[in-house]
């Protein structure tokens, strides 16, 4: 079971990566639980500068972008 | 070059769709079709050209450099830099949060942000296409000056008490002083050009509604209102139009590209430059949105300050300029 926490101010892009990130784990039927973390306490624990940013079972592995379907599929197996 | 834009408007408007010269109507659409097709192509081709110098910076090294630099040079140092990275107001928190645990004062981070949505490569190439190059420094001198200024005031008053608690704790500790993440990445063309490709379509995305939006209004601005309407009404002469000008300016909220057709049509209506100039700049350089946004991480009452302190600025430039205005040579409609 992987924890997936996209963090970013509630932006589109971060919305959009969300989704995408879903998407990605049921297509490849991996169990995923996927939160939204907007506090600006979040950003700042992982040190993010810019949004959307992506934290994968507590370890930050993106920031800056919505990311590609190729990193997710690398986060989720 | 872009007069091939008027003569493409001229061919539309009024030889194909018909549409009479010198009507309110016929000169509304020529201004939008021109302004629409001259806007978006310099988008395009510009965004794509400094996205491919500018692919390996990125908000962690303009930190690195920015960490540790002494005031003066860094109040300039956050405006120039502001003035280069894109910037959007949904990444205001991160970067302020990022750059206040960096230890860096809250002042220049603030001179970034006035100056980051004041002044970018779009803003200057449009101000330049459409109004000349004189209009087009002194937007520049503006944008700079109330950002480092203002920064300059902020520190002044110590405005790193009225932060928010977590993060006035964590601009004390400096917690992230020794991030790295300041390294330049060694990028080849081809990864250049993809990040270039990428940064067209996205801000192309955000952007085009703005240029719709402000090129209508400034076409309506041109077609419907009558010339020395605003003369009359709304020129020179009457001190407290520059600050209400800002006033309404300040919570209405539009783009940089959406502004200057808007801009065009005004001072082409004999709106003096230094109210022109007052009342775009407030719409561009602060918004009820952001405001909210920074609320995150700034107390009301750091809030209220930057909001007096931005009306006292621009409605002083605004002033200055309508003073200096009879002694500048390009006025209403340099680059039309």
């Known amino acids: 079971m992987r924890e997936i926490k996209v963090l970013g101010s509630g932006c589109a892009k971060c919305n959009n990566t969300a989704e995408r990130i879903e998407a990605k784990a049921s297509e490849l039927g991996v169990e995923a639980r996927v939160t939204k973390e907007t506090s600006p306490e979040a950003l700042m624990q992982y040190g993010v500068m810019s949004t959307p940013a992506v934290v994968v079972d507590g370890q930050l592995v993106h920031s800056g972008s919505m990311p590609e379907p190729g990193q997710i599929q690398e986060w989720l197996q | 070059m872009l007069e091939i834009f008027a003569r493409l408007a001229t061919l539309v408007v009024h030889d ?23 806007i978006l192509f310099l988008l395009a081709v510009l965004i794509y050209l400094i996205a491919l110098v500018r692919a390996s910076l990125n908000v962690e090294r303009v930190r690195a450099f920015l960490a540790g630099k002494a005031q003066i040079l860094g109040y300039l140092l956050g405006s120039t830099f502001g003035a280069v990275t894109p910037f959007c107001s949904c990444s205001s928190v991160p970067l302020f949060i990022g750059f206040a645990s960096a230890r860096i004062p809250v002042g220049v981070t603030m001179a970034f942000l006035i100056t ?53 704790q964590a601009y004390q500790q400096g917690s992230a ?160």
């Open chain 2, 16 to 38: 194909l769709i018909g549409l009479e010269a010198g009507t309110g109507l016929g000169d509304a659409a020529h201004f939008f079709v021109e302004d629409t097709l001259k």
């Open chain 2, 116 to 168: 980051s949505p004041m002044i970018n490569e779009v803003a200057v190439v449009l101000l330049w296409g459409l109004l000349g190059w004189e209009l087009t420094l002194i937007y520049i001198a503006v944008g700079f000056l109330v950002g480092m200024l203002g920064g300059a005031f902020l520190d002044a008053i110590r405005a790193e008490r009225y932060l928010q608690p977590f993060l006035a």
């Open chain 2, 177 to 336: 002083a020794a991030a790295g993440g300041g390294e330049a990445q060694r990028l080849t063309l081809r990864q250049r050009h993809d990040f270039a490709r990428k940064e067209v379509g996205e801000i192309f995305g955000r952007v085009w509604k703005w240029v719709l939006i402000g090129v209508a209004l400034g076409a309506a601005l041109h077609g419907f209102v009558p010339d020395g309407w605003i003369e009359e009404n709304l020129g020179a002469g009457h001190w407290w139009q520059v600050p209400a000008a800002v006033l309404v300016g300040i919570p209405l909220y539009t783009n940089i590209t959406g502004v200057v057709p808007v801009m065009e049509s005004l001072i082409l209506k004999g709106l003096p430059i230094g109210t022109t100039l007052a009342f775009c700049m407030s719409t561009v350089a602060a918004s009820f949105p952001e405001f909210v946004l920074l609320k995150q991480v700034m107390l009301w009452r750091l809030l209220a300050i930057l909001f007096a302190l931005l009306l006292v600025a621009f409605t002083l430039s605004g002033w200055l300029l309508n003073l200096v205005e009879p002694w500048l040579t390009t006025g209403a409609g340099a680059g039309g």
